[in-house]
C-alpha cells in the first residue's frame, strides 16, 4: 500500500471524524446540560440537508443552502424543545428514549411527506469542486478539505465559546448546579432552549455539509446518529473535549480500519477470505473500540465519575 | 379479581378466539397477523424480564432476536441445501426441526447475553442503553458484512420447519404453537417475578444499596435475568423468522431494539401483560393507519409521545390504575 493512499485515508477518517463532532457536540451539551438523551438529533441533521438541498435547488447558491441549513435546524429545536423536550427533562431516560424515538418516526414520515421518497441532490459548488495538490503530491479533493477547516473552525469557535463568553459560563454552571444558576437570576427554560437550537444548528449544518457528498434522504440520520452516540459515549457525556478526541478517534479508526484491516488479514490468509473477513471486522471496529474504552473506563476518557 | 387481571384475562381470550373466528371466517391473513402480534408479544416478554424487572434499559435486544433468527436461518439453509455446517472436528449436520433449532436458539443467544450482560452491567445509566445499542449495531454489522449466509440480501427458507405430529404450513396450526409458547413463558415470568430472585431483582432496581447491604450481589442478579430475558428473545426471533420463512440484518437494526421497547411502553412497563397488550396494539395499529396512510408512522409518532408524556404506565396503566398489582 502506498504511503499516498494512506494519507488520503487519513485525510478521510479526519474529515468524518470533525464532521461526527459537529453531530456529537450538541448531543453531549444537551446532554451534559439538559441530562437529556436526545435520539431525535439524528432528524434534525436530516433537517438540514432538506433544508439545504430545497434552497439550493431555488437559489443555486451553497452559501444560502448553508444559512437556510442552519436556520431551519435551529428553529425545529427551538419548537420541538419549547413544545415537547421542555417535558422530558425531569423524567427517567426511558422516558427520553421513547419520547425522542417517536419524534424520530414523525420527523422522518412527515419529511418523506413533504419531499417524497427519492433522494434530493445537493450539488458541491464550482469554486469547491476538483482536486488541489498537497505537499507531497497528494491529490485531494478540496471540498473534504474545506469540510475539515470548517469543522476545526466550529471546534475552535465552541471552545472559545464554551470558554470566554457569558453563555459558556452559563452552559458550564449548568452542567454543574441547575438549581443555584437558576437562583442566581439566569433564566433557566431561555438558556435550555437556546443549548438546544444551538445544537440542533451544529447538527442541521454538518447534515448540509455532508449531504453534498451524499445523497439527501429520509433516514440519513440515523447511522450518523449511531455513530455520534458512540463518540460522545467514547468521549464521556458531557465532555466537549471529549466529543472531539472521541469524533476523531472513531473516524480515524472507521475509515483506516477498512483499509488497513483487509490488507493486514491477506498477509496471511487467501484473498478472497481475507477481503470479507477483514470488512466483517472493520465494520464493526468502531463498536468494539467503544466497548473496550467503556469495559476499562465505564464512563468514558473525559466523563465525570459517576 | 383486580381490573388488571380481568384485563390480562381478556387478552388471553382475545389471542384464544380471534384466530378460531378468523378460522371459521376462512381470513388465514388474520390468523397470520395474530400469529405475529404473539410473536413480538414474546420477545417483549422477554426484554420486560431485564427491563420491566430489573430496571435494564437495553437497547440492544434486537442482537438477541436476531440471533435466534439466524440460529433458525442457518440450521435450515444447511438441511436445504444438504451441506453439513461443519465436518472436522465432528459433523454438524442442519435441521429442519422447530424444537433443535428452538434449543439451538436459546442457547446461542443466551451465552451471547451472558458475554454483553457480563461487560455491559459494568456500566449503568445512559452508559448501558448505549453500550447496549453498541453490541446490538455490531452484530448488525456483522451480519451485513459477512457474505456466507446472505449478507445485505438475507436468508430465504422455502419451506417452514416441521414440529413433530403438525402441519406448521396450516396457519391455525403455527400459531397453536406460538400460543402455547407464549402462555408458557408467561406463566414462567409470572412466577419469576414472585419467586425470590424476583423479588430481589425487583429491590435490586429500587435500591441497590439496600440490596447489597443485605448480602446480595446486584450484579449476578441483573446478569441472570438479563440472560433468561436474552434467551426468550432469542426464542421468539426464532420464531418470527420461521413465521417470515426469511431472515434478514433487518432483525438486528437498532429500530428492531426501539420497536421491542415501544411494545412494552405501550402496553406498560413491568406488567406481566404490558409487552402483550403492546404488540397486540401496535400490530393492530399498523395494520389499520397502514390502510389508511402509507405515512402511518407519524401517527404511530403522535400516539406514542401522547403515551409518554400523558398516559405514564402505559395502556394497563391507564385501564386498570398505577398500582402495579401483586396478586
Not at chain 1, 215 to 242: D, W, Y
Not at chain 2, 194 to 203: E, M, R
Not at chain 2, 296 to 302: F, S
Amino acid at each position: 500500500m502506498s504511503l499516498i493512499l494512506l494519507a488520503e485515508q487519513l485525510l478521510n477518517g479526519l474529515q468524518l471524524g470533525v464532521m461526527l463532532f459537529l453531530m456529537a457536540a450538541g448531543l453531549t451539551l444537551v446532554f451534559g446540560v439538559m441530562g437529556l438523551i436526545n435520539l431525535a438529533h439524528g432528524s434534525l441533521y436530516m433537517i438540514g440537508a432538506f433544508a439545504a438541498a430545497a434552497v439550493a435547488g431555488v437559489t443555486g447558491s451553497f452559501v444560502l443552502a448553508l444559512a437556510a441549513a442552519l436556520c431551519a435546524a435551529a428553529a425545529a429545536g427551538a419548537l420541538v424543545e419549547i413544545l415537547i423536550i421542555r417535558r422530558l427533562y425531569h423524567r427517567d431516560h426511558l422516558d427520553q428514549v421513547l419520547a425522542t424515538f417517536a419524534l424520530i418516526l414523525i420527523f422522518s414520515e412527515g419529511t418523506r411527506w413533504i419531499f417524497g421518497s427519492f433522494p434530493l441532490f445537493l450539488n458541491i459548488p464550482t469554486y469547491l469542486s476538483g482536486p488541489v495538490t498537497l505537499p507531497g503530491g497528494i491529490q485531494y479533493p478540496l471540498y473534504r478539505l474545506t469540510l475539515i477547516a470548517i469543522g476545526l473552525a466550529i471546534a475552535g469557535g465552541l471552545f472559545l465559546l464554551i470558554s470566554r463568553t457569558r453563555l459558556g459560563i452559563q452552559i458550564r454552571a449548568g452542567e454543574n448546579d441547575r438549581e443555584m444558576i437558576a437562583a442566581l437570576g439566569v433564566d433557566i427554560s431561555k438558556l435550555y432552549t437556546i443549548v438546544f437550537a444551538l445544537g440542533a444548528a451544529l447538527a442541521g449544518l454538518a447534515g448540509a455539509l455532508v449531504g453534498a457528498i451524499q445523497s439527501v434522504q429520509v433516514g440519513m440520520g440515523e447511522p450518523v446518529l449511531i455513530l455520534a452516540f458512540v463518540v460522545i459515549v467514547i468521549g464521556g457525556i458531557g465532555s466537549i473535549k471529549g466529543a472531539l478526541i472521541g469524533a476523531i478517534l472513531v473516524g480515524l479508526t472507521d475509515t483506516m480500519g477498512g483499509v488497513l484491516l483487509p490488507a493486514l488479514f491477506k498477509t496471511f490468509m487467501e484473498p478472497s477470505t481475507a477481503a470479507s473477513a477483514g470488512s466483517a471486522l472493520a465494520s464493526m471496529l468502531i463498536y468494539i473500540l467503544m466497548a473496550c474504552v467503556l469495559i476499562i473506563r465505564p464512563t468514558g476518557l473525559f466523563g465525570a465519575k459517576a | 379479581m383486580s381490573r388488571e387481571t380481568a384485563l390480562n384475562a381478556v387478552m388471553v381470550m382475545g389471542l384464544f378466539l380471534v384466530p378460531l373466528w378468523a378460522l371459521w371466517a376462512d381470513e388465514p391473513f388474520i390468523i397470520t397477523l395474530t400469529t405475529k402480534a404473539a410473536i413480538l408479544a414474546l420477545a417483549g416478554v422477554g426484554l420486560n424480564i431485564a427491563l420491566g424487572l430489573g430496571g435494564l434499559v437495553s437497547l440492544g435486544h434486537a442482537a438477541f432476536f436476531g440471533l435466534g433468527g439466524y440460529a433458525m436461518g442457518i440450521l435450515a439453509s444447511h438441511a436445504q441445501s444438504y451441506a453439513p455446517i461443519m465436518e472436522t472436528p465432528f459433523l454438524i449436520e442442519g435441521t429442519k426441526s422447530m424444537p433443535v433449532i428452538w434449543v439451538i436458539a436459546i442457547i446461542t443467544s443466551g451465552l451471547a447475553a451472558l458475554a454483553i450482560g457480563a461487560l455491559s452491567l459494568r456500566t449503568t445509566g445512559v452508559y448501558f442503553i448505549m453500550i447496549t445499542l453498541a453490541f446490538g449495531q455490531m452484530l448488525y454489522f456483522f451480519s451485513i458484512s459477512w457474505p456466507a449466509y446472505g449478507g445485505e440480501d438475507g436468508l430465504s427458507i422455502y419451506v417452514r420447519n416441521g414440529f413433530p405430529g403438525l402441519n406448521t404450513l396450516d396457519p391455525i396450526q403455527f400459531y397453536a404453537i406460538v400460543f402455547v409458547i407464549l402462555m408458557a413463558v408467561l406463566v414462567f415470568a409470572g412466577r419469576l417475578a414472585k419467586s425470590p430472585f424476583g423479588l430481589a431483582l425487583n429491590a435490586a432496581r429500587q435500591s441497590p444499596e439496600r440490596v447489597e447491604t443485605v448480602g446480595i450481589t446486584s450484579y449476578k442478579l441483573r446478569l441472570i435475568a438479563f440472560t433468561i430475558s436474552g434467551m426468550i428473545t432469542g426464542l421468539a426471533g426464532a420464531l418470527f423468522a420461521d413465521l417470515n420463512r426469511f431472515v434478514s440484518p433487518t432483525m438486528f437494526s437498532w429500530q428492531t431494539s426501539g420497536e421491542i421497547m415501544v411494545f412494552i411502553i405501550i402496553g406498560g412497563v413491568g406488567r406481566l401483560f404490558g409487552p402483550v397488550v403492546g404488540a397486540v396494539l401496535f400490530i393492530l395499529l399498523e395494520h389499520l393507519l397502514g390502510g389508511l396512510s402509507d405515512y402511518w408512522h407519524v401517527y404511530l409518532g403522535v400516539l406514542l409521545l401522547l403515551i409518554v408524556l400523558f398516559a405514564r404506565g402505559g395502556l394497563i396503566g391507564t385501564l386498570a390504575g398505577k398500582e402495579i398489582s401483586h396478586d
